[in-house]
């Protein structure tokens, strides 16, 4: 069983920066592959960027990649989303998941079997 909780979400201009953290509780973080999914008003969740188990893979959304930067912490059992140049765009709930046992990072979240309860990120024009 793993419990993840996001911090770091709130009202931003556009342009500026957010770091989102998801602090991870179980013993499968260090052999889990993390991911950032986000869902906006009125759309689908998608998939933001992913992390292998070691930190040496990391994987993005088109729509994020040069803006956003995922990492994380085996030590403290925390992904975060470091995210900058914000648009109006990004505004959503993020969420962070989990996904034991697995090598790759995956971009559908159905693969991923543990979720936060997301952290709102508002992005202002």
């Known amino acids: 069983q793993v419990q993840l909780v996001e911090s770091g979400g709130g009202l931003v201009q556009a342009g500026g920066s957010l770091r989102l953290s998801c602090g991870a509780s179980?013993?499968?973080?260090?052999?889990?592959?993390m991911g950032w999914f986000r869902q906006g008003p009125g759309k689908e969740r998608e998939f933001v960027a992913g992390?292998?188990?070691?930190?040496?893979?990391?994987a993005y959304a088109d729509s994020v990649k040069g803006r956003f930067t995922i990492s994380r912490d085996n030590a403290k059992s925390t992904v975060y989303l470091q995210m900058n140049t914000l648009k109006p765009e990004d505004t959503a709930v993020y969420y962070c998941?989990?996904?034991?046992?697995?090598?790759?990072?995956?971009?559908?979240?159905?693969?991923?079997?543990?979720w936060g309860q997301g952290t709102q990120v508002t992005v202002s024009s």
């Open positions: 992390i292998t188990p070691s930190g040496g893979i990391t």
């Open positions: 998941a989990a996904d034991p046992g697995s090598f790759r990072v995956r971009v559908s979240a159905r693969e991923y079997d543990y």
């Open positions: 179980g013993r499968t973080f260090n052999w889990s592959a």
